[in-house]
């Protein structure tokens, strides 16, 4: 049993990292997602790891008397709640990226709440903050080294999505 579950964590962890970053990748240009939705398409992925984990757990009950055991089944079903999750989640959010490009685009001025101005360790992100929530944006170099003229605010060019979110297109920093 426990060649099995070696066997299967490396493929699994890469998966897992994989899913993340094509996550990851669809879910930054999504702002105002439902946290509604978040929350319920976990506990479903949860619900059905958990259900499928405890009848496979009963059913080779006499075999697992290791702590050690029952723990990396417990990792493993997390690992795949958070992989259904992430396989739910991202042709969603693909569906809000096609289905906002019918519609018209908007501008949207937004403070920014951090930012690095280090040479050193200068972060690959910023924050800024729209409609009372706080959102993280990945930025290229060339934004980047624009930080160093103390922007005040960002400019996001958005168009609305399903759900009642904000898909951008683009983005500028706003240098007065």
């Known amino acids: 049993m426990k060649e099995n579950l070696k066997r299967?964590?490396?493929?699994?962890?890469?998966?897992?990292v994989i899913l993340l970053y094509l996550y990851r990748k669809s879910t930054q240009s999504i702002i105002n997602f439902p946290c509604?939705?978040?929350?319920?398409?976990?506990?479903?992925?949860?619900?059905?790891?958990?259900?499928?984990?405890?009848?496979?757990?009963?059913?080779?009950?006499?075999?697992?008397k290791e702590n050690a055991t029952k723990f990396m089944y417990a990792v493993y079903g997390?690992?795949?709640?958070?992989?259904?999750?992430?396989?739910?989640?991202?042709?969603?959010?693909?569906?809000?990226i096609q289905s906002s490009r019918n519609s018209s685009p908007e501008v949207i001025k937004c403070p920014l709440t951090y930012?690095?101005?280090s040479l050193k360790k200068q972060s690959k992100y910023i924050t800024y903050q729209w409609n009372g929530k706080k959102y993280r944006l990945n930025i290229d170099a060339d934004t980047r080294k624009k930080l160093r003229d103390n922007p005040t605010a960002i400019i996001l060019y958005v168009r609305k999505g399903a759900l009642n979110t904000r898909v951008i297109d683009k983005y500028e920093l706003d240098l007065q």
């Open 115 to 117: 930012y690095s101005k």
């Open 36 to 64: 509604w939705i978040n929350l319920t398409l976990f506990l479903a992925a949860f619900c059905v790891v958990a259900a499928w984990g405890i009848g496979y757990v009963q059913k080779k009950q006499e075999n697992i």
């Open 78 to 96: 997390i690992i795949l709640a958070s992989l259904l999750f992430f396989l739910i989640k991202i042709p969603v959010n693909y569906y809000i």
């Open 8 to 16: 299967y964590f490396f493929p699994a962890v890469l998966g897992f």
